[in-house]
């Protein structure tokens, strides 16, 4: 159905336009600007969410019904501070082969490096190979990333009928994935203090993913501190340790992440970013 305020389509059985105008009453409710997101979800929920993803995840051909139970527990956990609720409808099958991908990924890698070692006299010779290797590979979980990304994002509908949409770009796409790849490369020589630069990088890809997430109007933002973010993925590292309380640290992440992040016009979006960035 199209609005008659700002001409968008949206899909029939809609309550309310992005722009705020409600079909049923056939005025202009307050918009989605300035709304807050909050998270809901049972221990048992989640623990029930993370069994069936790993459960799925660990037979690789299967990899792709996992992400879709993991999205589907986070979208019903979700809601607007103005009632609405979120749902999840993507089809597993759409990124069969790429979930099988990031399944892949680790004994690729691992495989590869040994072949190349075995196979390679000279020092120069081999340290060339994988790192050509290791970008191959980094630009190929670029790519599969980004598209589970999209999927999962535009499989996100609210109750009021609006659709997200994910458009992150490949250049700082790439450059998450090579500092996670180089951090991971490091826990063994460092004894794990290298854990301590994660809080840094979720934060730089906890702003920049919810950055592209967004409607036809809306924006999102996440406004969470670094030293926030900080303490509270020490903290989390240090409370999965005994894995049976891994549950309760994802909803108490989740809760936080969400009460975090802020709807915004794409105006005030675009004029929040430039001034975070000339400042």
């Given at each position: 159905?199209?609005?008659?305020?700002c001409?968008?389509?949206?899909?029939?059985?809609?309550l309310?336009?992005d722009?705020?105008?409600?079909?049923?009453?056939?005025?202009?409710?307050s918009p989605?600007?300035?709304?807050?997101?909050?998270?809901?979800?049972?221990?048992?929920?989640?623990?029930?969410a993370l069994l069936?993803?790993?459960?799925?995840?660990?037979?690789?051909?299967?990899?792709a019904?996992?992400h879709?139970?993991?999205?589907?527990?986070?979208?019903?956990?979700?809601?607007?501070?103005d009632?609405?609720?979120?749902?999840?409808?993507?089809?597993p099958k759409?990124i069969?082969?790429?979930?099988?991908?990031?399944?892949?990924?680790p004994?690729?890698?691992?495989?590869?490096?040994?072949?190349?070692?075995?196979?390679?006299?000279?020092?120069?010779?081999?340290?060339?190979?994988?790192l050509v290797?290791?970008?191959?590979?980094?630009?190929?979980?670029?790519?599969?990333w980004?598209?589970?990304?999209?999927?999962?994002v535009?499989?996100?509908?609210?109750?009021?009928?609006?659709?997200?949409h994910?458009?992150?770009?490949?250049?700082?796409?790439f450059?998450?994935?090579?500092?996670?790849n180089?951090?991971?490369?490091?826990?063994?020589?460092?004894r794990?203090?290298?854990?301590?630069?994660?809080p840094?990088?979720?934060?730089?890809?906890?702003?920049w993913?919810?950055?592209?997430?967004?409607?036809?109007?809306?924006?999102?933002r996440?406004?969470g501190?670094?030293?926030?973010?900080?303490?509270?993925?020490?903290?989390?590292?240090v409370?999965?340790?005994?894995?049976?309380?891994?549950?309760i640290?994802?909803?108490?992440?989740?809760?936080?992440?969400?009460?975090?992040i802020?709807i915004?016009?794409?105006?005030g979006?675009?004029?929040?970013?430039?001034?975070?960035?000339?400042?």
């Open positions: 159905m199209e609005c008659p305020r001409r968008l389509i949206s899909p029939e059985g809609s309310r336009c722009c705020g105008f409600s079909f049923e009453t056939r005025s202009v409710d989605l600007d300035h709304k807050t997101i909050t998270f809901s979800s049972s221990i048992r929920t989640a623990a029930e069936v993803t790993l459960g799925w995840g660990l037979l690789i051909v299967t990899a019904w996992g879709e139970r993991w999205y589907r527990w986070v979208a019903q956990s979700l809601q607007l501070s009632g609405r609720t979120a749902r999840f409808t993507g089809d759409n069969l082969f790429f979930a099988m991908a990031i399944s892949l990924f004994q690729v890698d691992r495989w590869l490096t040994s072949f190349i070692d075995r196979q390679t006299g000279d020092e120069m010779t081999r340290m060339i190979l994988i290797f290791a970008i191959s590979l980094w630009s190929a979980q670029t790519f599969v980004l598209k589970i990304w999209r999927w999962a535009s499989g996100i509908s609210l109750s009021s009928g609006t659709v997200l994910f458009d992150g770009g490949a250049i700082a796409c450059g998450w994935v090579c500092v996670g180089l951090l991971a490369g490091l826990l063994l020589p460092t794990g203090l290298i854990l301590l630069a994660y840094p990088l979720f934060q730089w890809s906890g702003r993913w919810t950055s592209h997430v967004h409607s036809e109007h809306h924006r999102l996440f406004v501190s670094l030293g926030q973010t900080w303490w509270r993925t020490i903290a989390a590292l409370f999965s340790i005994p894995l049976i309380t891994i549950p640290v994802l909803v108490w992440l989740y809760k936080w992440g969400a009460a975090n802020r915004e016009s794409e105006r979006s675009t004029r929040a970013s430039t001034l975070t960035s000339s400042s």
